[in-house]
């Protein structure tokens, strides 16, 4: 079966992992610049190094289908610069997974693919698409919702060791980002971990970064630019993470339901 999975960020790199393990033919779309701040371990980083691989799963930047029947062949991923998905006319896949996580329905239809999937709030089953995946950290994260929504998006970054809005790096001011600390590093509370234009951001708690925006991205004051995980496990930085997991399993789940059905 081939999927078209729109959005190429951490999450939705978990979704497609997880697929193409399980044997599924993958293509993904992005925007120009992505703003993935967990881009070790998001495939939206093809946009910029033309190539990417995460824990063995390896993607690479097409521009048309002939590519993208190339890299079918070969088992790898194709990403592709396509900001409204005009790609879905073309490849014509079995399956649409929605998963840029924009908290809003920004043009994806029930009528795309024989098997429509959304991940997050924003979308209700059965209107929007058939299915949609909860992403809220807790007791529902993952779960397959036939009927309704997600649970709303609440702005408050779920608890990772016992931190919440404290663990994410935000812009200061607009401009252009350039990092300090690297993906992987330690850093103090209060210590600066990235400048916009000549601008300081401090860390708000002590921990390891975990992600941070490419160096030249511009932001805007309050942007999510990087995350800093308390519980200072490295490698962390270059695995999936557990709600990514999740999330890849929930779809699985949701395809082979609709397949099955």
Do not use: W
């Not at 896949?93 to 029930?110: F, Q, Y």
């Not at 962390?236 to 059905?261: M, P, Q």
């Amino acid at each position: 079966m081939l999927v078209l999975i729109k959005g190429a960020g951490d999450l939705a790199t978990g979704v497609a992992h997880r697929l193409r393990r399980c044997g599924f033919d993958i293509v993904m779309t992005e925007i120009e610049e992505p703003t993935t701040v967990r881009r070790t371990v998001a495939f939206s980083q093809a946009v910029y190094d033309k190539t990417v691989e995460v824990e063995g799963i390896k993607a690479a930047l097409v521009t048309n289908v002939e590519m993208i029947k190339e890299n079918i062949a070969n088992g790898i991923i194709s990403v592709i610069v396509d900001k409204e998905a005009n790609i879905i006319k073309e490849i014509k896949p079995d399956v649409v997974v929605d998963a840029i996580i924009a908290k809003k329905n920004t043009g994806t239809s029930i009528n795309d693919a024989p098997i429509v999937i959304a991940v997050g709030p924003g979308f209700e089953a059965g209107v929007d698409c058939q299915l949609v995946i909860e992403t809220k950290r807790g007791h529902y994260l993952g779960k397959v919702i036939t009927e309704g929504k997600a649970i709303p998006n609440t702005g408050i970054p779920g608890n990772i060791g016992g931190h919440t809005v404290g663990r994410i790096i935000r812009a200061t001011s607009d401009g252009i980002i350039y990092p300090v600390a690297k993906i992987g590093d330690y850093v103090e509370e209060g210590k600066v971990v990235a400048y916009v234009d000549k601008t300081p951001v401090y860390a708000s708690i002590s921990g390891i970064v975990r992600g941070m925006l490419q160096e030249g991205i511009t932001v805007f004051k309050g942007m999510k630019s990087g995350d800093i995980d308390p519980r200072c496990d490295k490698e962390h930085c270059f695995t999936i993470s557990d709600k990514a997991r999740s999330i890849g399993g929930g779809v699985l789940e949701g395809i082979l339901f609709l397949k099955n059905k």
